[in-house]
Antibody, heavy 120, light 107 residues
């Protein structure tokens, strides 16, 4: 069975750095894109970017380019989302999702979400 | 970026109703359109991919149609567990943008 398991909730101060993770199991990790999606409190889904673990090909939404770093380590079947300097406006739930590498690129399996709270 | 615009939210309906949610893309996306359902406090769940293909395990009362710029998600007979928020997403070009969401609530 396919599973994506994300790291636990985080509470950080503005200006701090953070790296959250998403570990895949039950499938060949390198064959699927991993996307990161933000959901701010009471708001909709925002697509942040994707990484292809086989070759670390990465694409970013212009809205998030330069603010985050997305990466993957195929040796441990894990994708990462990283900030160097958090802002209060980064407070949100962050989801990872597995997307097929061909065809419709649909997100067929999602992590449970990681709540990030940034507050002084 | 491709903009995705969904039906107004909320959409009020009753159990047993036929419900239709629309999604319009700002440019043609062929059939690279997916539909997700999200319940409060839960991760999104894939319902429909490639505009009209039903994801494994999803009840047949859900269906999708459309191509190009105009798409529809239909629930043929609304069940209590279907009161949720629905999102469309295009995967034709990155960034793979979502619609703003349509909440289906109880009339």
């Amino acid at each position: 069975e396919v599973h994506l398991v994300q790291s636990g909730a985080e509470v950080k101060k503005p200006g701090e750095s953070l790296k959250i993770s998403c570990r895949g199991s039950g499938y060949n990790f390198v064959d699927y894109w991993i996307a990161w999606v933000r959901q701010m409190p009471g708001r909709g889904l925002e697509w942040m970017g994707i990484v292809y673990p086989a070759d670390s090909d990465t694409r970013y939404s212009p809205s998030f380019q330069g603010q985050i770093t997305i990466s993957a380590d195929k040796s441990i079947n894990t994708a990462f989302l990283q900030w160097n300097s958090l802002k209060a406006s980064d407070t949100a739930i962050y989801y990872c999702a597995r997307h097929s590498g061909s065809g419709s690129f649909s997100g067929d399996s999602w992590g449970q979400g990681t709540l990030v709270t940034v507050s002084s | 970026d491709i903009q995705m615009t969904q039906s107004s939210s909320p959409l009020s309906a009753s159990v047993g109703d036929r419900v239709t949610i629309t999604c319009r893309a700002s440019q043609s996306i062929s059939r690279f359109l997916n539909w997700y359902q999200q319940n409060p406090g839960k991760a999104p769940k894939l319902l429909i991919y490639a505009a009209s293909s039903l994801q494994s395990g999803i009840p047949s009362r859900f269906s999708g149609s459309g191509s190009g710029t105009d798409f529809t998600l239909t629930i043929s007979s609304l069940q209590p567990e279907d009161f949720a928020t629905y999102y469309c997403q295009q995967t034709y070009f990155t960034p793979w943008t979502f619609g703003q969401g349509t909440k289906v609530d109880i009339k």
